[in-house]
């Protein structure tokens, strides 16, 4: 508590401490008053029930002191809360944030895109937030941060993460089977380290230089595919790629059946239209498409890395 890794933690954490403190004052007081109350009035002591009228300063007293207690909690819940809700400076980075069943996706200002968010220390950065399917909700715990990820809905939140460091991103919104596997981290690093970092666009391209084969597992993880599709055979919401490429599948097309080979057309369209051809026994509308968002070369890295899972 009041770690302040975030610009929003003093706000919350305050917050959370004065309606929690209220809570345990009147808890005691209320579970005191109770037994004494018990002990005290009980019928063997006073068989005989008094009678009061009423009292104007005991009412007045008991009006006030509430509604002081309860604006007390408004004022400091509203003062915790309006930053989250007021525009991001001007000079915030500005990062994509794509959530889909079940992965996160990051795009910063270069085009660099990954799976972990990564943000300069001290500095704003401007979340512009979008689901492609269901309503996700993008949830940062150490930094006192949730916003919900409606479809549809292009929203906006903003913060500025204080240390380095490596923290926990989670999705706050059950949505559907994987919902679990819908975590990441988000590593703060010190401004100079995130502008090498950023700039750095090689490392995807180098990996490939020196092995596509490793670039296209990558490539697959970057885009959170394994939540849905195993590297060992077993069987996850899709078909595992243990053993698929070159070998006879059995697909629903158009409802009828037939038998394909799984060749580079069949990975390449099992990417860009996934629901054309489904594997005789998986569910259809699971996967949405990811043209747009992966590249050609990733999709050959891709294809090329499933050729060595034969
Ligand atoms: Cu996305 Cu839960």
């Not at 085009?111 to 309503?135: C, K, M, N």
């Not at 090689?202 to 490939?208: N, Q, R």
């Not at 996967?287 to 590249?295: A, C, F, K, P």
């Amino acid at each position: 508590m009041f770690s302040n890794t975030s610009n929003y933690v003093q706000g919350v954490d305050t917050a959370f401490i004065v309606i929690l403190s209220i809570i345990i004052f009147f808890l005691i007081g209320l579970t005191t008053a109770l037994v004494i109350f018990i002990i005290k009035y009980n019928e063997k002591k006073h068989p005989k029930a008094a009678h009061f009228h009423s009292n104007n300063t005991l009412e007045i007293i008991w009006t006030i002191i509430p509604l002081a207690l309860v604006m007390a909690m408004f004022y400091f819940g509203w003062t915790g809360y309006t930053p989250m809700e007021s525009k991001p400076p001007d000079n915030s980075l500005p990062i994509k944030v794509t959530a889909r069943m079940w992965s996160w996706s990051f795009e910063y200002p270069n085009g660099r895109r990954t799976d972990t968010l990564y943000v300069p220390q001290g500095e704003p950065i401007a979340l512009h937030l979008t689901s492609l399917d269901v309503i996700h909700a993008f949830y940062i715990p150490a930094f006192r941060i949730k916003k919900d990820m409606v479809p549809g809905k292009d929203r906006e939140a903003w913060f500025i993460a204080n240390s380095p460091g490596s923290y926990d991103l989670f999705c706050a919104e059950y949505c559907g089977l994987e919902h679990s596997s819908m975590l990441s981290t988000v590593e703060v690093l010190p401004k100079e380290k995130f502008e090498k970092w950023l700039a750095d666009t090689s490392t995807g391209v180098a990996a490939s230089v020196q092995s596509p084969v490793l670039a296209g597992k990558t490539v697959l993880q970057k885009y959170g595919c394994n939540a849905c599709h195993s590297f060992d055979g077993s069987r996850l919401l899709g078909p595992s790629y243990k053993g698929l490429f070159g070998e006879r599948v059995t697909v629903i097309t158009n409802g009828a059946e037939r038998d394909i080979v799984a060749d580079e057309a069949y990975i390449r369209r099992s990417i860009l239209n996934p629901n054309t051809d489904i594997v005789k026994g998986f569910q259809k509308g699971l996967m949405l498409s990811y043209e747009g968002q992966i590249t050609d070369e990733e999709i050959n890295q891709v294809i090329e890395y499933l050729k060595t899972l034969h």
